[in-house]
């Protein structure tokens, strides 16, 4: 990066901290630490929830996500904004009215005390291990900018945020992503004006979209349904979204505390109410908007030099090595199909029939034989390098083609995304220890006086927030070739969801089940899903993970309900 770069970057970042800290004064005891003393707007608490959710994993990875795979990700969340109407009318009321903390304190009302320990312990674990691999994605950056090694860098990131978290706190965390989401949308939208900007000076944006539509990547909605029927493992599409999405999303925003914890910071019901709704118009296009930045990336690169590769420092590792030649002569090929389709994609903007149509298609294909070819010789070459470059495509089009000061303030965008969603996630992490553990179990406080209680609570509140930050930076340590890193946050995520949220309907909706009953069901719950992801993963069975989400759930309730009808 150039040192206008640098200099838009750290002003950025640091104007940004700054500014949280300020506004995060507030009372010095566990309501003002993890709740914002309940103050909050709704529009704070929208920006709080969509801050929470738009990590840097949503910039970083889901252009790249398009860019390989199509639109058909956005399929994912169509089962949001029901979701919301559900959590609006059931779930928020109550939680408001009994002033929770966190969400699993009602389960101990509703149930016992081991079913709160064990639900809150399934987030912990969930949230624990996705945040760490929220703090390896902007580490990517780093590591890729100063050629870092990646060990290291995630330990100066997690190292910045832990300061940012400790010190701040709920309001620092909801009053700068206020600030991060506006220079985001900002920023993105820059990006997909130069990304057209860019094109032959005889293209527009509906040329761009008819590029990309031939190449497959614009399968917005897909059935899911082959010659054999519905495919299970087919990951996205209508129908899965929907439904797997639904249940995804209800746990997400009903039961995981880095969601609940963002509006109970808010006035009152109300502002809750509208808080959520909102995020369920709001996030769907948005989604859809930095997807599609994808879809036109690759159109950009249809007619701009494209890289085989996108992870230029283990590419530049790989040349050094005995593969050197073999990889150039892959190159090289790579270089003059890439002319060949770009010709191809001129041909059919000048007639878009069925048979050029498929000449942009099938050029594709040739092309994505090649950068298969060469990641297996990467792979020949450096062994344990990570061969999936669907992280680096977005940023590799920033650090190439944007102009000077842009360079600098994407950059500084996915961090933002990164410190917003992490911080959220940190707060809530020592939210649920402090609540569900600390104050359920320890007697150091039992005999303190209110006001040194309020306070001695409120300083180990950030001692667990220290605690948590160390076990992400490691787990970061090991995020290294997961792929997609917005795949692997959901598929982690659904390991778990189901089940919390399969206890929560039981607790909501099936009043005549007891603890032993619906805490049984959800370990053996847990335990099924976890087999059937194992299954699916060694190819014994196929069900795409967001069916996971649905099974976790029915398991819950349908054995909760046997056990109670054994009980009696």
Known sequence: MSQIDWIVLIVTLVGIVAYGLYKSRTTKNLEGYFLSNRSMPWYLVLLSIMGTQASAITFLSAP??????????VQYYFGLPIAMVILCIT???????LKVFTAYEFLEQRFDVKTRIFTSSLFLI??????????????????????????????????????????GGAKAVAYTQQLQLGIIFIGMFIAGYLIVHNLPSNMGFSDALAISG???????????????????????????????????????????????????????????RVGLLMNGLVKVPMQFFILLLGALLFTFYQFNPSPVFFNKAVEEKAMTT????????????????????????????????????????????????????????IQKASPGADTNDTNYIFLRF????????????????????????????????????????????????MNVPDLKRDEKEYSISK????????????????????????????????????????????????????????????????????????????QIIGLGFLWLNVAGAMIVVLLSWCFSLFKK
């Open 214 to 272: 031939a190449s497959g990547k614009m399968n917005v909605i897909t059935t899911g349904f082959t010659e054999n029927g519905f495919d299970w493992k087919d990951r996205y599409n209508i129908i899965s979204g929907v439904i797997g999405g639904f249940f995804l999303a209800l746990s997400y925003f009903g039961t995981d505390q880095s969601q609940v914890g963002r509006y109970l910071t808010a006035k009152d019901t109300t502002e809750s």
């Open 126 to 167: 969930s949230r624990g291990l996705s945040t760490g691999i929220s703090i390896y994605a902007p580490s990517i950056i780093l590591s890729s900018l100063m050629g870092w090694d990646i060990f290291y860098t995630n330990i100066v990131m997690g190292g910045l945020l832990i300061v940012y978290t400790v010190s």
């Open 463 to 538: 001692y667990y927030t220290l605690g948590w930050g160390i076990f992400c930076i490691i787990t970061a340590e090991f995020a290294t070739g997961m792929g997609s890193l917005i795949e692997a946050v959901n598929v982690l995520g659904s390991l778990f969801y189901g089940v919390i949220l399969g206890i929560f309907l039981v607790a909501f909706y099936c009043k005549k089940i007891q603890s032993n009953a619906v805490f049984w069901a959800a370990v053996i719950g847990e335990l099924m899903v976890i087999s059937l992801f194992l299954l699916d993963k060694y």
């Open 91 to 97: 779930f928020v009321p109550l939680f408001s009215k």
């Open 398 to 445: 920033v650090v190439d083609f944007l102009p000077k000061g842009l360079v600098g303030l994407l950059i500084a965008i996915i961090f933002l995304a990164a410190w917003g969603s992490i911080a959220a996630a940190l707060n809530s992490l020592a939210s649920c220890t402090m609540i569900d553990f600390h104050r359920r179990f320890s007697t150091s406080t």
């Open 64 to 73: 790249g996500q398009a860019f390989t795979d199509g639109m058909r990700f």
């Open 322 to 377: 005995p593969y050197k030649d073999s990889l150039l002569l892959i190159k090289n090929k790579f270089n003059q199909q890439a002319l060949v389709q770009k010709r191809n994609s001129e041909i059919f903007l000048a007639n878009q029939s069925t048979q050029n149509k498929a000449l942009v298609f099938n050029g594709s294909a040739e092309l994505n034989q090649l950068k298969t070819d060469y990641k297996k010789i």
